[in-house]
C-alpha cells in the first residue's frame, strides 16, 4: 500500500520498532511534539485518551503490550509514570485539547473496578480544567454522522497521528489532514459535552458499584 512507504508527506512506522528502547522512552519521546503544540484535537473509540489517564489504568492498558514483539523487557509501570508526567501539559497556559471519546470507552474494563472507578472521576475532574473541552458521543446516538474510527491524534493543523494495531502512521500532507479535520467536526457534531457528558461518565461510574 501506498502508506507503508515512507515519504515526506507520511510516515508507517511499526510498533515493534517504536518499543525496541521500551515503553518509558516512547512515552518520552512525545515530550517535545506535545511541547510544540498549543491545539490538540484527539478522538479515541478504544481507550480513555493517554492524556486523561490515571497511572492505574496507564499501567493496566501498557502491562497490556508486555509479550509485544519487540518489547525487550516490562517496564509499564515506569512507562505509566511518564505518561501522567507528560500529561502535565495540561496545566500550562497557551494551550487547548478538544478530545472526544465513544461512550463505549467508559465501559471498557482494561484495569480492575477500583482503577476504573478512579479514572472515570478523574475524567469528571479533568473535564472542568479550563483548556479542555471532552466530548462524549452517546452510545444511544441514531443516525450517526460517522461511524466510529480509529483512533487518532491531531497536533496544531500539522500533523496526525493514527494508531493502527501493528503500526503508527504519521500524516503531513494537508489535504489528508483536512480529511481528518472534518472527519473529526462530523463525529465532534454528535458528542455531548458539560453536564450531559458528566452525567455519562456518573452513570458508567455507578455500573461499576
Same mark, same amino acid.
Given at each position: 500500500?501506498?502508506?507503508?512507504?515512507?515519504?515526506?508527506?507520511?510516515?508507517?512506522?511499526? +510498533?515493534? =520498532?517504536?518499543?525496541?528502547? $521500551?515503553?518509558?522512552?516512547?512515552? #518520552?519521546?512525545?515530550?517535545?511534539? &506535545?511541547?510544540?503544540?498549543?491545539? &490538540?484535537?484527539? !478522538? @479515541? @473509540?478504544?481507550?480513555?485518551?493517554?492524556? %486523561?489517564?490515571?497511572?492505574?489504568?496507564? *499501567?493496566?492498558?501498557?502491562?497490556?503490550?508486555?509479550?509485544? /514483539?519487540?518489547?525487550?523487557?516490562?517496564?509499564?509501570? #515506569?512507562?505509566?509514570?511518564?505518561?501522567?508526567?507528560?500529561?502535565?501539559?495540561?496545566?500550562?497556559?497557551?494551550?487547548?485539547?478538544?478530545?472526544?471519546?465513544?461512550?463505549?470507552?467508559? !465501559?471498557?474494563?482494561?484495569?480492575?473496578?477500583?482503577?476504573?472507578?478512579?479514572?472515570?472521576?478523574?475524567?469528571?475532574?479533568?473535564?472542568?480544567?479550563?483548556?479542555?473541552?471532552? $466530548?462524549?458521543?452517546?452510545?444511544?446516538?441514531?443516525?450517526?454522522?460517522? +461511524? /466510529?474510527?480509529?483512533?487518532? =491524534?491531531?497536533?496544531?493543523?500539522?500533523?496526525?497521528?493514527?494508531?493502527?494495531?501493528?503500526?503508527?502512521?504519521?500524516?503531513?500532507?494537508?489535504?489528508?489532514?483536512?480529511?481528518?479535520?472534518?472527519?473529526?467536526?462530523? %463525529?465532534?457534531?454528535?458528542?455531548? !459535552?458539560?453536564? #450531559? *457528558?458528566?452525567?455519562?461518565?456518573?452513570?458508567?461510574?455507578?455500573?461499576?458499584?
Amino acid at each position: 500500500m501506498q502508506q507503508n512507504r515512507p515519504s515526506a508527506e507520511s510516515t508507517y512506522t511499526e +510498533w515493534q =520498532h517504536q518499543v525496541r528502547g $521500551g515503553l518509558k522512552p516512547l512515552q #518520552e519521546s512525545l515530550v517535545p511534539l &506535545f511541547q510544540e503544540t498549543q491545539l &490538540f484535537r484527539i !478522538y @479515541s @473509540s478504544t481507550l480513555m485518551p493517554g492524556l %486523561l489517564q490515571t497511572e492505574g489504568y496507564a *499501567a493496566a492498558v501498557l502491562r497490556r503490550l508486555a509479550g509485544f /514483539p519487540g518489547l525487550p523487557f516490562d517496564d509499564s509501570a #515506569e512507562a505509566a509514570r511518564a505518561r501522567v508526567e507528560r500529561s502535565r501539559i495540561l496545566h500550562q497556559p497557551g494551550r487547548e485539547f478538544v478530545l472526544l471519546v465513544e461512550e463505549s470507552v467508559l !465501559y471498557h474494563q482494561i484495569p480492575e473496578p477500583e482503577t476504573m472507578a478512579a479514572q472515570l472521576e478523574n475524567l469528571v475532574t479533568a473535564s472542568a480544567l479550563p483548556a479542555v473541552s471532552l $466530548g462524549i458521543v452517546p452510545l444511544a446516538t441514531r443516525e450517526r454522522a460517522q +461511524w /466510529p474510527q480509529e483512533t487518532f =491524534h491531531v497536533y496544531d493543523d500539522t500533523l496526525v497521528s493514527v494508531e493502527l494495531i501493528s503500526a503508527e502512521v504519521k500524516i503531513t500532507q494537508p489535504s489528508e489532514i483536512a480529511l481528518y479535520l472534518q472527519m473529526f467536526e462530523q %463525529l465532534r457534531s454528535m458528542a455531548v !459535552y458539560g453536564a #450531559e *457528558a458528566r452525567a455519562l461518565i456518573l452513570k458508567a461510574l455507578e455500573a461499576l458499584r
